[in-house]
């Protein structure tokens, strides 16, 4: 069955960039959506945003300014770039794959069915 | 601030039924049959419970249950175990612009 793994720095420093790589194995990357979550110590989940194999993405508006997400098909691999990190994005990070429902004529994307086992980032100097 | 509100804790007995409620809005919860619902223990990722407001992805007991009714989404859970102390989060599709809204999460303990 398709298993997801993020991986990347935990320790991140203050307005630098976070970036997290998601690798896609039991199951080819294409046809679905992959998103990114986290969750801050203590705390509820935030999506922060996903995007189709084709490259086709959406962000959340409250992270949208300091958030690219981006596909390698090739490496059956997505990534997360946060940019001007500060405290405030100290949290676990998951990676997840997108569900689906159909309502002629439009797909809702809005449900996780996939998820990594979340890898924790720490802001700090 | 969550954009969908959760009790922050509900507890029940075992062999008990116990429902978390997840109120949103006409933009959220009341305009689409688009509810999902995740279990998530402690230091693990979440797992999808529920989705499409009532139906189960396999492999899921069907101890577990949703529905819905104007801006508000339930989760219920019968013939509770000690295994089902977790917390839990709903989720919902949105017709703003962050596309995905959760709750803030309820922490369910059997006591």
């Known amino acids: 069955q398709v298993q997801l793994q993020e991986s990347g720095p935990g320790l991140v420093k203050p307005s630098e960039t976070l970036s997290l790589t998601c690798t896609v194995s039991?199951?080819?990357?294409?046809?679905?959506?992959w998103s990114w979550i986290r969750q801050p110590p203590g705390k509820g989940l935030e999506w922060i945003g996903y995007?189709?194999?084709?490259?086709?993405?959406n962000y959340n508006p409250s992270l949208k300014s300091r958030v690219t997400i981006s596909v390698d098909t090739s490496k059956n691999q997505f990534s997360l770039k946060l940019t001007s990190v500060t405290a405030a994005d100290t949290a676990v990070y998951y990676c997840a794959r997108c569900g689906y429902s159909y309502n002629y004529p439009s797909y809702y994307y809005y449900y996780m069915d996939v998820w990594g086992r979340g890898t924790t980032v720490t802001v700090s100097s | 601030q969550s954009a969908l509100t959760q009790p922050a804790s509900v507890s029940g007995s075992p062999g008990q039924s116990i429902t978390i409620s997840c109120t949103g809005t006409s933009s959220d919860v009341g305009a689409y049959n688009y509810v999902s619902w995740y279990q998530q223990h402690p230091g693990k990722a979440p797992k999808l419970m529920i989705c499409d407001v009532s139906n189960r992805p396999s492999g899921v007991s069907n101890r577990f249950s949703g529905s819905k009714s104007g801006n508000t989404a339930s989760l219920t859970i019968s013939g509770l175990q000690a295994e089902d102390e977790a917390d839990y989060y709903c989720s919902s599709y949105t017709s703003s612009s962050t596309l995905v809204v959760f709750g803030g999460g309820t922490k369910l303990t059997v006591l």
């Open positions: 039991g199951g080819s990357i294409t046809s679905y959506y």
């Open positions: 995007i189709f194999y084709s490259g086709s993405t």
